[in-house]
């Protein structure tokens, strides 16, 4: 849920509503009588930090006539520590208010849906809320350490209502399995973005894959309004709804948000049949014209990006605090043995084309193919391990990609010494 400053503005929405009035003086007069909660919740919108949506509390102060809107997605791509803080994992948001009526026409103009859910809370338990809204929002408190999943705007708002009811909500919802992962809610809010989804799925560990329950689950705002409409409070009358009501403030045209992940392994296997298919041809090509440069360039263009996005993935997991990528079983699949392999791939290209065919190129195929043989039996081992307690990651896409671009990488250079085992060739 990572909101940037060009959404500074986005982050609320509503309109002012009065609450019920109290029926005696007395009532009118208790801390907190005068405020009216809500639960706002936003769509998803375009942009990459807006596809999880957003939430945020909003208070109506009949007293004063203020509405304000407090959410915790605030940050700023300007601060000059923003791009070290991204790359280490170590980011840093705040919080804030802001009045509602501008940013009901900002969430409007991006086409995003806003709900709002009054809450049932007691005056005592109002004021308690508005209170700590009040302390969070002071300069020296409003900044916190971001975790995408855990501690995140969405679960800012979640702990600070729920710290208001008492712990209700987390009694309600903690042993509540959903039967999803962090992984499956990310997969299904990112797949209409295919290098977004492809980044994600490959650079995310096996810390997304063990299930989560509600609890956690409200780490998306919508999941939140959803869980929210079930819980109950006890009172002296018996059980009542957590939602007094609810309402659509703005109406986006845009389609809801996919509740199942539609891409998947398959998707991935024909993207990398249809590079095959490519070097195939490009071999067969070169054979014709006595030249087989084609397809070892196609191999050597693949290794850079498995080699490359393996360091990456490497250092994600050694050199950061981006916990999710931790334990990440796709650095089986793009590994950074493969920067070494297009190195190689390239220097045999040279090599041909220079020398023909030579003692000099053979050895420079061969070790070639050793590294290769290594880089794929890497891949397969990955697939191997699936079957084992630990391995457990959620990686068919990263799998069904790279496992066959490596053996085909392998085929091409055992193919290319066979066919010029005794053989005189000149032209490279």
């Given at each position: 849920m990572i909101r940037g400053v060009s959404a500074l503005l986005l982050c609320f929405c509503a309109f002012g509503m009065a609450g019920a009035q109290?029926?005696?003086?007395?009532?009118?007069?208790?801390?907190?009588?005068?405020?009216?909660?809500?639960?706002?919740?936003?769509?998803?919108?375009?942009?990459?930090?807006?596809?999880?949506?957003?939430?945020?509390?909003?208070?109506?102060?009949?007293?004063?006539?203020?509405?304000?809107?407090?959410?915790w997605g605030l940050f700023d791509f300007a601060d000059k520590d923003f791009i070290p803080r991204f790359i280490q994992g170590r980011m840093r948001y705040s919080m804030g208010g802001f009045d509602l009526a501008e940013t009901l026409e900002a969430y409007r103009s991006t086409n995003r849906t806003v709900w709002a859910q009054e809450l049932n809370l007691t005056p005592a338990q109002r004021q308690k809320l508005a209170d700590f809204v009040a302390w969070n929002v002071l300069p020296e408190n409003r900044h916190y350490a971001y975790d995408y999943f855990r501690d995140n705007c969405s679960t800012r708002v979640?702990?600070?209502?729920?710290?208001?009811?008492?712990?209700?909500?987390?009694?309600?919802?903690?042993?509540?399995?959903?039967?999803?992962?962090?992984?499956?809610?990310?997969?299904?809010?990112?797949?209409?973005?295919?290098?977004?989804?492809?980044?994600?799925?490959?650079?995310?560990?096996?810390?997304?894959?063990?299930?989560?329950?509600?609890?956690?689950?409200?780490?998306?705002?919508?999941?939140?309004?959803?869980?929210?409409?079930?819980?109950?409070?006890?009172?002296?009358?018996?059980?009542?709804?957590?939602?007094?009501?609810?309402?659509?403030?703005?109406?986006?045209?845009r389609p809801p948000e996919d509740t199942d992940v539609r891409r998947g392994p398959i998707a991935y296997l024909v993207i990398s049949a249809a590079i095959i298919l490519l070097g195939f041809m490009l071999y067969a090509t070169g054979v014709r014209r006595g030249r087989r440069t084609g397809a070892i360039a196609l191999a050597a263009w693949w290794s850079l990006f498995a080699g490359i996005g393996g360091a990456l993935l490497a250092f994600l997991w050694a050199f950061t605090d981006h916990l999710y990528s931790?334990?990440?079983?796709?650095?089986?699949?793009?590994?950074?043995?493969?920067?070494?392999?297009?190195?190689?791939?390239?220097?045999?290209?040279?090599?041909?084309?220079?020398?023909?065919?030579?003692?000099?190129?053979?050895?420079?195929?061969?070790?070639?193919?050793?590294?290769?043989a290594a880089v794929a039996g890497l891949s397969l081992l990955g697939l191997v391990l699936q079957i084992l307690p630990v391995m457990n990651q959620a990686n068919g896409e990263a799998i069904a990609l790279a496992l066959p671009l490596h053996l085909s990488v392998v085929a091409l250079l055992a193919t290319v010494m066979r066919g010029e085992s005794g053989r005189n060739v000149t032209a490279a």
């Open positions: 109290p029926s005696t003086s007395e009532e009118r007069s208790e801390p907190g009588s005068s405020l009216t909660v809500y639960l706002m919740t936003m769509g998803p919108g375009d942009q990459v930090w807006e596809k999880f949506g957003h939430n945020a509390i909003w208070i109506h102060d009949e007293a004063n006539g203020s509405d304000i809107a407090y959410n979640r702990d600070a209502l729920d710290a208001a009811l008492g712990g209700v909500i987390k009694r309600a919802s903690d042993s509540v399995s959903t039967n999803t992962t962090f992984r499956f809610h990310t997969a299904r809010l990112t797949q209409d973005d295919w290098p977004i989804f492809t980044g994600t799925m490959f650079g995310l560990g096996q810390p997304v894959d063990p299930p989560i329950s509600a609890w956690e689950e409200m780490f998306l705002p919508v999941r939140m309004m959803d869980r929210f409409r079930s819980i109950r409070l006890a009172s002296a009358s018996g059980d009542v709804p957590l939602v007094l009501s609810e309402r659509v403030l703005v109406q986006a045209t931790y334990r990440n079983e796709n650095v089986f699949q793009l590994n950074p043995l493969s920067l070494v392999l297009a190195g190689l791939l390239i220097r045999l290209i040279w090599v041909r084309r220079r020398d023909g065919q030579s003692a000099r190129s053979t050895n420079a195929l061969r070790t070639s193919l050793h590294v290769a």
